[in-house]
C-alpha cells in the first residue's frame, strides 16, 4: 500500500459511485478497508470518529459539505476528487469544503477539466496547489481578459506551466483496455398502482 502511517485517505465523489469505488477497490486491493460514508448523520459522525481503522473513507461532495466540521482535524494522506469539475466553480460550497481537508497528497480525476472557461481550471489548481496559478484575480486578468495576441502568448505559457502535473489519456491509447460493449435488459412487472401512474 502506498500509504502514509496512520493517515486513512478519502475519495470524494458524486454519491452515484460511492459503491462502484467499494466495488473497485475490493477488486484490485482486497486488502484495503474501505469505509463508505453516509447515511444519516449521527450514523456519519460515528464512522468520522473510528477513521482510525479505516485505510480509505470514499464520500460524495453534498455529505462532505455537510460533514466538513467532522474532517478538518484529520490529516489525510490523500484527498482523491472524483469527477473533479464539481469543483469548478470556486464560489460553491463544494469548491469551498473539499479545500478546507488537510492532507499530504492531492489528486484530481476528471474527464473534463475544463467545462465552461480557464476559470475551471484556476478552480481545480488551487484545490491541488493553492497558489501555482496566483490569485483568482491575476489569473483572470492574464489568461481571460487580456487582450487577445496576449492572451495566446499567456495561455501557451500557461500550458509549459501545467503540464507537468496533468496526465491525459486519450481514448485511442486505452481502447484496447475497454471492456467490450454490453447491453443488458430488464424487464420488471408493474403493480395496478405503478401501471396507472405510469
Same mark, same amino acid.
Given at each position: =500500500?502506498?500509504? %502514509?502511517?496512520?493517515?486513512?485517505?478519502?475519495?470524494?465523489?458524486?454519491?452515484?459511485?460511492?459503491?462502484?469505488? =467499494?466495488?473497485?477497490?475490493?477488486?484490485?486491493?482486497?486488502?484495503?478497508k474501505v469505509l463508505v460514508v453516509d447515511g444519516i448523520p449521527s450514523a456519519r459522525k460515528k464512522m468520522v470518529d473510528k477513521i482510525a481503522n479505516w485505510d480509505l473513507l470514499v464520500t460524495s461532495y453534498t455529505l462532505l459539505q455537510k460533514d466538513i466540521p467532522l474532517y478538518q482535524e484529520v490529516n489525510f494522506g490523500y484527498v482523491i476528487l472524483d469527477e473533479a469539475q *464539481?469543483? /469548478?466553480?470556486?464560489?460553491? $460550497?463544494?469548491?469551498? !469544503?473539499? /479545500?478546507? #481537508?488537510?492532507?499530504?497528497?492531492?489528486?484530481?480525476?476528471?474527464?473534463?477539466?475544463?467545462?465552461? !472557461?480557464?476559470?475551471? #481550471?484556476?478552480?481545480?489548481?488551487?484545490? @491541488?496547489?493553492?497558489?501555482?496559478?496566483?490569485?483568482?484575480?491575476?489569473?483572470?486578468?492574464?489568461?481571460?481578459?487580456?487582450? =487577445?495576441?496576449?492572451?495566446?502568448?499567456?495561455?501557451?505559457?500557461?500550458? $509549459? /506551466?501545467?503540464?507537468?502535473? %496533468?496526465?491525459?489519456?486519450? =481514448?485511442?491509447?486505452? @481502447? /484496447?483496455?475497454?471492456?467490450?460493449?454490453?447491453?443488458?435488459?430488464? *424487464?420488471?412487472? #408493474?403493480?395496478?398502482?405503478? @401501471?396507472?401512474?405510469?
Amino acid at each position: =500500500k502506498a500509504q %502514509i502511517p496512520g493517515c486513512p485517505s478519502i475519495i470524494v465523489c458524486p454519491t452515484s459511485l460511492l459503491y462502484n469505488w =467499494k466495488e473497485e477497490c475490493a477488486r484490485f486491493n482486497p486488502n484495503l478497508k474501505v469505509l463508505v460514508v453516509d447515511g444519516i448523520p449521527s450514523a456519519r459522525k460515528k464512522m468520522v470518529d473510528k477513521i482510525a481503522n479505516w485505510d480509505l473513507l470514499v464520500t460524495s461532495y453534498t455529505l462532505l459539505q455537510k460533514d466538513i466540521p467532522l474532517y478538518q482535524e484529520v490529516n489525510f494522506g490523500y484527498v482523491i476528487l472524483d469527477e473533479a469539475q *464539481h469543483i /469548478k466553480n470556486r464560489g460553491t $460550497r463544494n469548491a469551498q !469544503s473539499v /479545500k478546507m #481537508l488537510q492532507s499530504h497528497h492531492r489528486l484530481a480525476l476528471s474527464g473534463t477539466p475544463i467545462e465552461n !472557461s480557464l476559470e475551471d #481550471l484556476w478552480s481545480l489548481f488551487d484545490f @491541488l496547489m493553492p497558489g501555482l496559478l496566483s490569485s483568482f484575480d491575476r489569473f483572470s486578468e492574464k489568461y481571460v481578459r487580456a487582450p =487577445k495576441q496576449e492572451q495566446v502568448e499567456n495561455i501557451a505559457y500557461l500550458r $509549459r /506551466k501545467i503540464s507537468p502535473f %496533468i496526465l491525459r489519456r486519450m =481514448k485511442e491509447d486505452v @481502447l /484496447k483496455e475497454l471492456p467490450a460493449f454490453e447491453e443488458i435488459e430488464y *424487464h420488471c412487472q #408493474l403493480s395496478d398502482l405503478q @401501471l396507472d401512474l405510469y
